[in-house]
């Protein structure tokens, strides 16, 4: 049950009918941002797919497969909040109908027994990149918002993906020490991981939330996807998120490789969104 502050009183933990519905004001909705959280509430809601996934590579850690299972429990959260509030402001948007079409045409492959990342260690190292990427976005969107109840979902999520992150860092390092990831291995995973964000997830995601059951095509819905979610990241969004990517990969999160990568992600981030830099 949710008390008078909008959290779940037995476990502490914000819930969807405790947001403040009563203070919505499409007046303030961005067009641009209620497309990307449509789809955001897509790829959010899939959460108990990945469950079974890390379950599945994770079969002999009990412990560690009730932490996912709960992980994924906020993850669907995360989705059913953005969904009913992509619904209440577009009420001819239907949140259950674009999540069959995402799950139509996107399928993780979860009838596996080993981690797609060659190691245990490697899967969390990819887990620790996925919740800083999510963190650093959901921020930024929070930032970028004048809607209020919005504005309090993206900082919620921001702060249950951040807290995600110290959760599967610190099973990383029981891991590390079991199967003797070096930092060339960490920093290889973390590329690799970085770079499947540009994969098909996230542009069908798009596509899905937002062009019914019309035909996909990945290049459109990838340039719709990036010119506008790449477009609210600011400097302080890139610092706080190549820092956390460093930590995963064994390297330091301060100094000048964190200068270095910070600011050649935030130039990257520009130019696809078809942005100048500033001055």
């Known amino acids: 049950m949710a008390d008078v502050n909008g959290t779940d009183s037995r476990t ?38 990945y469950a079974d996934y890390l379950c599945n590579v994770f079969a002999d850690n009990a412990e560690f497969c009730q932490t996912a299972r709960q992980w994924a429990v906020e993850e669907v959260q995360h989705g059913e909040a953005l969904g009913a509030w992509a619904e209440r402001v577009d009420p001819s948007w239907n949140f259950q109908a674009a999540v069959a079409r995402f799950r139509e045409g996107y399928k993780i492959n979860i009838d596996v027994s080993q981690s797609v990342r060659g190691s245990r260690a490697g899967e969390l190292v990819a887990r620790c990149i996925v919740e800083t990427g999510t963190s650093s976005y959901y921020t930024a969107l929070a930032d970028a918002t004048e809607e209020p109840v919005l504005k309090q979902i993206c900082r919620h999520i921001a702060a249950d993906e951040f807290r995600h992150y110290k959760l599967f860092y610190d099973y990383l390092g029981e891991y590390l020490v079991k199967e003797r990831l070096g930092k060339f291995g960490r ?69 000048w490789l964190h200068d270095f990568a910070a600011r050649y992600a935030y130039k990257r981030m520009k130019k696809k969104a078809g942005e100048p830099l500033p001055a």
């Open 12 to 49: 502490g933990h914000w819930t969807v009918a405790g947001l403040p519905w009563d203070k919505l004001d499409p007046a303030k909705v961005n067009p641009d941002i209620l497309k990307l959280i449509k789809a955001a509430a897509l790829v959010e809601y899939n959460g108990d797919s």
């Open 187 to 255: 920093l290889r995973v973390s590329l690799s991981r970085i770079n499947e964000t540009e994969d098909d997830e996230l542009s069908f995601a798009y596509h899905a939330a937002n062009n019914g059951d019309a035909p996909y095509h990945r290049e459109t819905a990838f340039e719709n996807y990036v010119r506008r979610a790449y477009s609210y990241y600011r400097p302080h969004h890139l610092d706080r998120m190549v820092a956390m990517v460093l930590k995963a990969s064994g390297l330091k999160p301060q100094g």
